[in-house]
């Protein structure tokens, strides 16, 4: 900790992105309380930021530039820490670099300094499951009381603002995006025990080919050493194995039949054999292993078990934001008769795949507005439209009878009628709550 004080005490530092999330929040008054002559730039204005604003009041080392960037932030820096979902060829990026500042992103300095620190570093990426995994891996730790701290792209939560909690020995798990990889890249940094679930399409509106999206996920072990573990799901086994990481890749061996999971679906119990492997390699027995696994209860969002109402059950997976996410949910409840909410901004990822199961596996299919759903509809036979999500839960209701089961699951992102995907989900919560009043 004492590491991480003095490297930015003092320093100019500019923060890019503060967003309204919590994390850059966080980041920021973590920054501030170490001493950090801090520049905040983003692209929103007051206005749009002034709840986030609000929380940093307290600190006078902190000075904003919003609704624009400046050249003179990144050229006049001692570092500059970026947000997640920079553009990969950022002019303010670039300038930085040029003028030889250096660039780094909050959780890959969490890592390097936890590391530092002695703490045990656990990473998981991929572009489905990654939330589950991780959130298995740390509650499977947590149950046997070591101790364990959860970080990475998680909702409203600094990573770097776990830096003061972290000991020697600790466990730090982190669910890595490709984004935040672009800093593991940065910093030649991968965790100790690294697991890869699977590559799909996926930010094909960020990235130029799926190349480029591999490459940034593939930092999560390109820079592991000997004694590393590497656990991979086999979707993307082959991937991983022609970049040749430095540990061998294993794809670990199914959960037993008879553990029984409180998660739906054939995809989550690979995810929790991942996990399983993972938590074998960092000390657990089989026993601690099956019992944290099977009082694990699904991430919220994530094919998550909400209430039954007039006896419709009612299921929350807004966090698929893909065609390959929506099918492995409608894939979960076989034989069931599902009433579906989709739809959203495009990504520009092939639909016939997802128009097809989409047909085949529901009774009735309600459908959000978005570039993605305008996409859609020419391949769907049958589906009624909503303005907004509240509309979207009454008409999905209408179509429901006993036994039935209502499912959120998207397909495709918030952008447009949401600010974010927290406040899509946000947003069904309300309309399932109000439904019910």
């Known amino acids: 900790m004492t590491d991480f004080k003095d490297f930015v005490a003092g320093k100019r ?55 624009e960037h400046r050249m003179d932030d990144f050229q006049n820096a001692d570092m500059v820490i970026k947000a997640a979902g920079v553009p990969l060829h950022s002019p303010y990026i670039r300038a930085a670099r040029d003028a030889g500042v250096p660039v780094f992103m ?7 300094f936890a590391l530092a620190a002695g703490a045990n570093l656990v990473g998981i990426t991929g572009t489905r499951g990654k939330s589950t995994v991780t959130h298995m891996i740390h509650h499977g730790l947590v149950c046997t009381a070591r101790r364990a701290h959860l970080g990475g792209n998680v909702r409203g939560l600094s990573t ?3 830096l003061p909690s972290i000991k020697s020995g600790d466990f730090a798990v982190l669910e890595l995006d490709s984004w935040q990889l672009q800093g593991f890249g940065d910093l030649r940094l991968s965790p100790h025990v690294a697991v890869f679930t699977n590559l799909l399409m996926d930010h094909l509106n960020y990235y130029p080919d799926m190349d480029a999206y591999f490459s940034d996920k593939a930092n999560i072990f390109k820079f592991q050493k ?13 991937r991983v194995a022609r970049e040749r990481p430095p540990v061998a890749a294993v794809v670990p061996k199914p959960i037993p039949d008879a553990w029984r999971l409180q998660v739906a679906g054939q995809h989550n119990r690979d995810n929790a054999g ?17 019992r944290g696994l099977e009082s694990f ?3 919220e969002g994530r094919l998550q078990f909400i209430d039954e109402w ?3 059950k009612i299921y929350n997976d807004n966090n698929a934001t893909t065609p390959d996410a929506t099918v492995a949910a409608l894939e979960a409840f076989p034989g069931q008769r599902i009433v579906l909410i989709a739809g959203g901004a495009d990504k520009g990822i092939p639909l016939d795949a997802l128009a097809r199961e989409v047909q085949a596996r529901t009774k009735a299919i309600v459908l959000l507005p978005g570039t993605g759903t305008d996409r859609l509809k020419p391949l769907l036979a ?31 992102a918030s952008f447009g009628l949401y600010v974010n995907e927290y406040e899509r989900n946000d947003a069904f919560i309300q309309a399932i709550r109000s439904m019910r009043e």
């Open 13 to 67: 530092v500019t923060l890019m992105g503060l967003g309204l999330l919590g994390r850059g929040i966080g980041d920021a008054r973590f920054l501030a309380e170490h001493g950090a002559q801090l520049t905040v730039t983003d692209r929103k204005d007051e206005a749009a930021l002034a709840s986030s604003l609000q929380q940093l009041s307290e600190f006078s080392n902190i000075r904003y530039v919003l609704g």
């Open 106 to 112: 909050s959780t890959a300095l969490f890592g390097k």
């Open 160 to 162: 770097l603002a776990l």
């Open 226 to 238: 000997p004694g590393d573990a590497l656990f991979v799901g086999a979707q993307v086994q082959e």
């Open 274 to 290: 991942l996990a399983a492997a993972a938590l074998h390699v960092l000390g657990l027995s089989n026993e601690d292993i099956r």
């Open 297 to 299: 209860k699904p991430v």
């Open 310 to 312: 007039r006896g419709v």
């Open 382 to 412: 049958r589906f009624s439209e909503a303005k907004d999500m509240t509309e979207a839960v009454e008409k999905a209701f209408a179509e429901a009878k006993p036994g039935d089961l209502l499912l959120l699951s998207p397909g495709f």
